[in-house]
T-cell receptor, first 113, second 114 residues
Framework: NAGVTQTPKFRILKIGQSMTLQCTQD?????MYWYRQDPGMGLKLIYY???????DKGEVPNGYNVSRSTTEDFPLRLELAAPSQTSVYFC????????????FGDGTRLSIL | KQEVTQIPAALSVPEGENLVLNCSFT??????LQWFRQDPGKGLTSLLL?????REQTSGRLNASLDKSSGRSTLYIAASQPGDSATYLC?????????????FGKGTHLIIQP
């Protein structure tokens, strides 16, 4: 019962580099989400998807891009890494918005130096 | 814009006590309210989900209530144990338009002293 799997778990990037954070879920959920969590703060929504081929911006989308080519996968791309993107990134999925809980991965800890 | 506030930010109590964590939100247009637990260096684990039409949900020693009209929820933990030590996050799923994700509070960091 894998649930939501995120890779890598840790990563250090230099300013200006790019990378893709991977997220896969095996629960056949329609909805998938990317959040970031800064120290002492709650999670903030970056992007979300309501199904394959459909994505939309959340509260803090600047500097990020996403795609959803399959139901299972929802990668998050950082094109030009900046120190302000140092954070812990969480991917989540849910079957519905109205009455089902979100299931979270273990997170990716990203440092931009 | 929805805002979620959790009080207190931190709490330390002796083992065995009953305790209450508080959550408030500014916009009552919600589908549901969810309580999560987060252990250090880990992801979030769903504890309870209360739909907007419900008043409370129970799971074992946990009981969550929802008063949508006043924008408040409480998480009651009975007979606390050291294993309950974690950060507890409250989040709402908004139904008033906008993004379909959750709006989170900053959490309550709970320590149960053995």
């Amino acid at each position: 019962n894998a649930g939501v799997t995120q890779t890598p778990k840790f990563r250090i990037l230099k300013i200006g580099q790019s990378m893709t954070l991977q997220c896969t879920q095996d629960m056949n959920h329609n909805y998938m989400y990317w959040y970031r969590q800064d120290p002492g703060m709650g999670l903030k929504l970056i992007y979300y998807s309501v199904g394959a081929g459909i994505t939309d911006k959340g509260e803090v989308p600047n500097g990020y891009n996403v795609s959803r080519s399959t139901t299972e996968d929802f990668p998050l791309r950082l094109e030009l890494a900046a120190p302000s993107q140092t954070s812990v990134y969480f991917c989540a999925s849910s079957q519905t918005v109205e009455n089902q809980p979100q299931h979270f991965g273990d997170g990716t800890r990203l440092s931009i130096l | 814009k929805q805002e979620v506030t959790q009080i207190p930010a931190a709490l330390s109590v002796p083992e065995g006590e009953n305790l209450v964590l508080n959550c408030s939100f500014t916009d009552s247009a919600i589908y549901n309210l969810q309580w999560f637990r987060q252990d250090p260096g880990k992801g979030l684990t769903s504890l309870l989900l209360i739909q907007s039409s419900q008043r409370e949900q129970t799971s074992g020693r946990l009981n969550a209530s929802l008063d949508k009209s006043s924008g408040r929820s409480t998480l009651y933990i009975a007979a606390s144990q050291p294993g309950d030590s974690a950060t507890y996050l409250c989040a709402v799923s908004n139904s008033g338009g906008g993004a379909d994700g959750l709006t989170f509070g900053k959490g309550t960091h709970l320590i149960i002293q053995p």
